[in-house]
């Protein structure tokens, strides 16, 4: 059974300061990963896409991919009350034809 | 920017009854998908289909569940006797490639077994 772990949370930070989101998998054959931003009710929408190890920024975005540690993080700088979530880390399973495993996400409060 | 959508928004139904939750993907994308979500947990992948047949499916995606693209636009998800526990949120969700890898979520159907 692949595995996707986050830390549920709840992360709570000040406007302004940045977060930064967790995330390990199990599948050391993944070579796709994805952040999707989740608000109560409503469906995940992509933030980030990241594909080789290193960091790739987006705006206030930054994943970070280390496929050693099987290890990628989310860092939102200049946090807003906007950014007030759950964060889904999403990984592609390796062996093909695109099915995802999600973690359970983490919940993040940006706090004015 | 185009978008995936889903109809209804909403459906309940009595268990044992038959659904079908419809979505209309992104016109030129290739890859579709069903996932579901029930409240309160993640989000969990169903099935994917690719030209014309299923791609791949989870140990959730029994025979109970059947997906068609009955024209060049909408993707279904039927099951065909709901159970309480079918209760959650279903998502519908297509990609344009394997390359790009990226799936891009319609809005949801929420299904209410009573």
């Known amino acids: 059974q692949k595995e996707v772990e986050q830390n549920s949370g709840p992360l709570s930070v000040p406007e302004g300061a940045i977060a930064s989101l967790n995330c390990t998998y199990s599948?050391?054959?993944?070579?796709?990963f994805f952040w999707y931003r989740q608000y109560s009710g409503k469906s995940p929408e992509l933030i980030m896409s990241?594909?080789?190890?290193g960091d790739k920024e987006d705006g206030r975005f930054t994943a970070q991919l280390n496929k050693a540690s099987q290890y990628v993080s989310l860092l939102i700088r200049d946090s807003q009350p906007s950014d007030s979530a759950t964060y889904l880390c999403?990984?592609?399973?390796?062996?093909?034809?695109?099915?995802?495993?999600f973690g359970t996400g983490t919940k993040l409060q940006v706090i004015p | 920017e185009p978008e995936v959508t889903q109809t209804p928004s909403h459906q309940v139904t009595q268990m044992g009854q038959e659904v079908i939750l419809r979505c209309v993907p992104i016109?030129?994308?290739?890859?579709f998908y069903w996932y579901r979500q029930i409240l309160g947990q993640k989000v969990e992948f169903l099935v994917s289909?690719?030209?014309?047949?299923?791609?791949?499916k989870s140990e959730i995606f029994d025979d109970q569940f059947s997906v068609e693209r009955p024209d060049g636009s909408n993707f279904t998800l039927k099951i065909r006797s709901t159970k309480l526990e079918d209760s959650a949120m279903y998502f519908c969700?297509?990609?344009?490639?394997?390359?790009?890898?990226?799936?891009?979520f319609g809005p949801g159907t929420r299904l209410t077994v009573l």
């Open positions: 969700a297509s990609g344009q490639d394997t390359s790009t890898d990226t799936q891009y």
């Open positions: 599948d050391r054959g993944s070579q796709s």
């Open positions: 990241i594909y080789s190890n």
């Open positions: 999403a990984v592609i399973d390796s062996g093909g034809y695109q099915k995802v495993t």
């Open positions: 016109s030129n994308h290739l890859y």
């Open positions: 289909f690719y030209n014309n047949e299923i791609s791949e």
